[in-house]
């Protein structure tokens, strides 16, 4: 199973639709707040280089936003 990590914040609603999204295909997520642990700032930016949320990474991928381009992406790469 792959490990998948989002990077989120709590009135987001592209964080909100991200996680039901990954809900409704039956992935589950690690998720990090980088309002409630700043310094997942500093995590993020390695990552992705980029601040934006929110951002999926697992393996080699990061996507940052969610949008029907990032949406079908991810339905191809984690199945659902």
């Keep these: 199973m ?4 989002i990077y989120t914040a709590p ?3 592209h964080s909100k639709k991200l996680k ?6 039956g992935t ?10 700043p310094e997942l ?3 993020l930016k390695e990552k992705s280089n980029q601040l934006g949320i ?9 996507y940052v ?3 029907r381009r990032v949406q079908r992406r991810l339905k191809r790469k984690l199945g659902g």
């Design 20 to 25: 039901e999204f990954l809900d409704e295909i």
């Design 65 to 67: 936003g969610f949008d």
């Design 54 to 62: 929110p951002a999926i990474v697992f393996d080699d991928n990061v």
């Design 11 to 13: 009135l987001c609603p």
């Design 28 to 37: 589950s997520y690690d998720e990090k707040c980088v309002l409630t642990k």
């Design 2 to 5: 792959v490990k998948v990590t």
């Design 41 to 43: 700032f500093d995590e």
